[in-house]
């Protein structure tokens, strides 16, 4: 019998609390609404309340700590959520010490998206690679890196930023307020907006006869359904993607790129136009060295990488079992 | 008394051969030229001949290797030099192996902008930083990257390619056939080329008198004595710098960026525009968390970190010692 972690994924819209053994499987998942507008007080009532649910799933003396996902940018070494834009109100709160001494346990927490690359890594996509670049295409767009097998966090927790890296430089505005930013050209809002100016000038598509606002959505429904304007349109995203991928091949090595969120759920519709463009973009050298691959763990990578942070930290949790 | 290392920087004009203790001092240098055209099996000899004049300056007992800086790519763990754009000829060439041979020591090889990366942060600029990224700009741009004080390498030893960072997709042609690459914006032959352009429509500038083709170095006089259109030649060069470096900033979140190579004997001139865009390109999170700062090992940066590849190989050297 192994032991378990108490993992929590805070999102703009749900929490997420699991449970999970260390050999990431999530044996137990309650959610709840985040509703972020009532502020970082209520939320973390919220959040301490739905990591308890989980916990009474599981003998008290299985669990060796909690590990909390949350959006970035975070102080992993401080515990602190900074800004988060998805997070209203939130300022530097000290949500892992809230935690703790609530549960009176050892909390860790991480950036969600370097979480899901950490999860994806050890327990999904990414398992047996030793550099890995894990890419969320959702509403916005995020990612974590693993460079001989550990993330890449930076000097203050805030490397691996892929969604603001910049790739035309006049190109549309990105939620950050700068233009051009892989975020601006591919994630699901920026995939809405082609599909309306698509619209607007009169292409023929069944994108048109929607009476509702377009979302990424619909873009991925009509292209599985052969739309040729949603085929094209889910290509011009990918192929962005494969040019960002192109750059961080060039700076990483990686072998593998693992590619999730809810865009992600196109499949090669839009993983493939990702890999031509990449493998175009790069030097000669580096075509054949990568492979680009979708996610495997859905919307658990966030909790099984938070899961493998308390793990990791308290040595693989030799001490207590279950 | 301090352990030895011989180190050799095999560059595509000059190859370069020193003495240098645990402590990173450079004690002895002996230098010839690469003669390039000769073929690998002429270089290598001259190599050979070169480390040896090296070790002649040192009691054989207190060498404990010898590191080698080797124009990229290069597969560190099998010792090869692969196809380097500036060695002719050469292909999947055994270096590590034929030095052993020749030598009777222990070698090691590594790229040699990776290596002046390493040389750099364990003795020049970046000495006390644990993420620190380098840069070099001269016939080309390279770099190394280091993250948690280890040199980023990438599954084969090809990471760190920040030259062949894409900055502006109908950009200008690079060397290696693609295009807006930050090589062929920010290097020595691409100021050379925008300030003939500049002299071809007419710009007033005392470029235009000089009766030479026009090179990076004269266009840095110029500017140096007050030049307009020099100056603004490298602000132009150190503001594509600059963008490359808010890239990486999201990336990395390096605590300082190292900057080396000829073209970096501009010092402020290319170093400050740099800075500026650096910072206006960052998130709001990220423009105070960095420092951009001039290389300080010159010409040795690249033998000191192939010393620092041998001691750290060695554990320290522990065993050996004058």
């Known amino acids: 019998m192994g032991t378990h972690a108490i993992a929590v994924d805070v999102g703009g819209t749900h929490i997420r609390a699991a449970v999970i053994t260390s050999e990431g499987h999530v ?39 909690v590990g909390v996902a949350a959006p970035g940018p975070v102080d ?28 009176e346990l050892p909390v860790w927490l991480g ?6 690359a950490l999860g994806e890594h050890r327990f999904g996509a990414g398992r047996g690679t030793a550099h890995m670049i894990y890419i969320t295409i959702s509403t916005g767009v995020g990612g974590g890196i693993i460079v001989n097998r550990r993330l890449v966090t930076g000097a203050l927790g805030l490397a691996a930023e892929v969604g603001h890296m910049p790739l ?26 082609e599909a309306r100016a698509a619209v607007e000038r009169g292409w023929e598509t069944a994108l048109a006869t929607l009476d509702h606002p377009l979302s990424a959505e619909d873009v991925v429904a009509a292209a599985r359904a052969g739309d040729r304007v949603a085929l094209e349109l889910l290509a011009r995203a990918g192929t962005h993607v494969g040019r960002a991928m192109a750059l961080l091949v060039h700076l990483f090595n990686p072998e593998r790129f693992v590619v999730g969120g809810g865009v992600s ?13 990449a493998r175009r973009h790069v030097l000669p050298t580096y075509r054949h060295t990568f ?32």
């Open 27 to 65: 044996v137990h998942v309650v959610r709840d609404k985040t509703h972020a507008e009532e502020g970082p007080r209520a939320v973390v009532a919220r959040v301490i309340h739905l990591t308890r649910a989980a916990m009474a799933e599981c003998e008290r003396q299985q669990v060796v700590g």
């Open 76 to 103: 992993p070494d401080r515990g602190l959520v900074m800004y988060p834009p998805n997070l209203p109100g939130w300022g530097e709160i000290p949500l892992a010490r809230l935690l703790e001494e609530a549960l």
């Open 111 to 116: 950036n969600d998206a370097n979480l899901a």
């Open 168 to 193: 035309i430089p006049e190109g549309p505005l990105c939620s950050c307020g700068h233009r051009g930013h892989l975020e601006a050209l591919a994630a699901g809002p920026s995939i809405a907006r």
């Open 265 to 277: 759920n196109a499949g090669d519709l839009i993983l493939e136009p990702a890999r031509r463009a």
């Open 291 to 322: 492979d680009v691959v979708p996610a495997s763990l859905g919307d658990n990578a966030g909790v099984v990488g938070a899961a493998v942070l308390v793990f990791e930290a308290v040595g693989a949790g030799g001490a207590v079992t279950c």
